[in-house]
């Protein structure tokens, strides 16, 4: 029998952890909410979760059609890496000792079943 897209994801995710590194994903949550206890606002808050990933370069067919303009790599990172969140570009990687915007976010889903995701990213600058 053909394996589902829910087996492949999971095979996808398995090869990565087999060639990839540690990569740090951070979700930012925007502040701004009132806190009546301490009469302010809140700051953004930042969640950090731990997968691996495979830094690589966009393709030359991605290239030629206007994707992953200017980012300095590409992570291949498993459809889970969020914890079941979708990434957005307000979100960060670290690896390698600094912190990456993500620029750009691409989805490979055959079927409507996200398999991974290819982040465009560029460096920010230390994680410390």
């Known amino acids: 029998p053909m394996p589902t897209y829910a087996e492949i994801a999971t095979i996808a995710k398995t090869k990565l952890t087999a060639i ?12 701004g909410v009132y806190d009546p206890e301490s009469g302010g606002y809140t700051g953004p808050t930042e969640t950090t ?22 980012v300095t790599a590409v992570i291949l990172a498993p459809a889970d890496l969020a914890g079941g969140a979708v ?10 000792g600094q912190r990456w915007d993500i620029k750009e976010i691409r989805s ?3 079927a409507e079943t996200v ?10 600058g230390s994680a410390e």
């Open 20 to 31: 990839g590194m540690p990569i740090q994903f951070v979700r930012v949550t925007a502040g």
């Open 49 to 70: 979760t731990s997968f691996y990933g495979v830094r690589t370069n966009p393709t030359q067919a991605e290239v030629q059609a206007g994707l992953f303009q200017g």
């Open 87 to 96: 990434p957005t570009t307000a979100d960060k990687l670290i690896y390698d």
């Open 108 to 110: 490979v889903a055959p």
């Open 115 to 124: 398999m991974l995701y290819k982040l465009g990213v560029t460096a920010t």
